[in-house]
Every structure is written in structure tokens, then in C-alpha cells.
């Protein structure tokens, strides 16, 4: 269902609204926890509002990104199941697309809304008697006039560094453009990996053309020199360093 309304910056006049509709009950574990924060974030101009389009009332709210768990999104009671939470949340994707963030991470608050998080697309896990989402979305970028590559990332666990035979944790075979002006390879799509648990370091591998360009954890300088990138939740390849002898 397409619920029939837009989004739009909030105003103060929405605050007033918003927490008349809130739930009374402010203990931790509802969003209504988060007010004074929220007001916090409205005087930034960070909160975003679903506009019905019939009441001409703010029904939903939203701010932060969907890459931290700083962030909350929040329906009516009455309008929800009527897509205004997916509208929302899809308003939230974009913006991480646009800051150019694959791994989206999120604690899932009030338990209750897990099964909204998994119909947007999220994986969910628990740990510490919380709840929390992951999910990858798809970066795809334009790319150059150039030669074409067969490009190959590998990311493992940590023992893949001294264990030659680990087994990866997911493969991904791709095509890249070469541009030889830039010495880059561009990937069509942006490869990334969530950061393993604490105390374990991600190891990623990548090859062009079958030469394999590099083998070792994502932390490293020398993985930085190819292409690996830090993202918020991990690691991302969007394109590759070119040695020229290709």
C-alpha cells in the first residue's frame, strides 16, 4: 500500500503534534524515551515528518540515519500498516546511499517493531538481551569509458592472514572499468563487508584479472593503497588502485 501524503522538514508546530500523539508512558524501551533528544536534533533541522495528505498532520517522524543506532523512526499507532513506515525508512536509505554508506546498522527499539525491520530488508540478531538489524544496501555508480577487468574480492576472517586454506566468508566476482588516466578500476557496484566481533580483524583479498593485488586484514595501510575504505560499520571497495601492468 502507498500511503498518500510526503515528506518534509519539521516544524515546531509538528513537535506539538507529534508528542500530543506520543505514548504517556516515557520509560526506557519506548521511543517517547527520546524526546528530549529529539527536540534536541528538531533544533538542528534534522527531523524529517510524514505529511498526511487528507488530515494535513504530521503522522511519522524520523531523524538520524539508519547506519547507527542514532537514529529513530516512529509511526502513529492509527496509521500504521498503511506504508508510511516504508515510505519513511525509504527516505532513510536514500540519505545513506547518498553519504555513500552501504552497512546499515540499527538497534531494534521497542522490541515489538523487529518484524517491521526484517520486512525492510534487515537481518535480525540478538546479543545482551538487545536487538539489532543489519542490512547491506546496493551502491551503484556510473562508470567510465575504459577497458574492462574481471575484478574478484574475497573477505575473510582473521585467520585467513597466516591460514592460507580459511574458508571466505562471502566472494564477490564483479566487472571494472580501467581507467589508465587515473589508474583506477571502477567498480560498478560497491563490494563491503560488516566489522567481524570485537577482537577480530577482517581480512579482505583482491584480484584482478586472476593476479591477485592483495592479501591481508582491511585495517592496513596497505589495504587503504588498493582501495579498501572504512566505512561506519566496515569496509568497502568502490574501486582499485592500478598498478599500470595489466
Not at 575504459?146 to 592472514?161: H, I, K, N
Not at 571494472?176 to 583506477?184: F, L, R, T, Y
Not at 583479498?205 to 575504505?229: D, F, H, N
Amino acid at each position: 500500500m502507498k500511503p498518500i501524503g510526503k515528506i518534509r522538514p519539521a516544524t515546531a508546530a509538528d513537535m506539538t503534534t507529534i508528542e500530543a500523539w506520543l505514548p504517556k508512558d516515557r520509560s526506557i524501551g519506548t521511543l517517547a524515551a527520546n524526546w528530549n533528544l529529539t527536540m534536541c536534533i528538531f533544533h538542528e533541522g534534522r527531523v524529517s515528518v510524514w505529511e498526511d495528505e487528507i488530515s494535513r498532520k504530521p503522522v511519522a517522524y524520523c531523524w538520524g540515519s539508519l547506519n547507527s543506532y542514532d537514529s529513530i523512526l516512529e509511526v502513529q499507532r492509527e496509521y500504521r500498516g498503511q506504508g508510511v513506515g516504508r515510505a519513511m525508512s525509504d527516505f532513510m536509505f536514500e540519505s545513506s546511499i547518498a553519504d555513500s554508506e552501504p552497512l546499515l546498522e540499527i538497534q531494534i527499539a521497542p522490541e515489538s517493531s523487529e518484524p517491521f525491520w526484517q520486512a525492510m530488508g534487515f537481518e535480525t540478531y540478538w546479543t545482551g538481551g538487545f536487538c539489532y538489524g543489519r542490512r547491506m544496501l546496493e551502491l551503484r555508480r556510473d562508470v567510465p569509458t575504459g577497458v574492462r577487468r574481471q575484478v574478484g574480492v574475497a573477505f575473510l576472517p582473521e585467520q585467513a592472514a597466516w591460514m592460507p586454506d580459511t574458508r571466505p566468508l562471502i566472494v564477490h566476482q564483479l566487472e571494472g572499468i580501467e581507467v589508465q588516466a587515473d589508474n583506477k578500476i571502477v567498480l560498478g557496484t560497491t563490494v563491503a563487508h560488516f566489522d567481524l566481533p570485537p577482537g577480530e580483524d577482517l581480512v579482505v583479498e583482491v584480484t584482478v584479472c586472476g593476479q591477485r593485488r592483495y592479501r591481508g586484514k582491511a585495517k592496513y595501510e596497505e589495504a587503504a593503497l588498493i582501495g579498501v575504505q572504512r566505512c561506519r560499520n566496515g569496509f568497502m571497495i568502490s574501486e582499485i588502485v592500478s598498478n599500470g601492468s595489466l
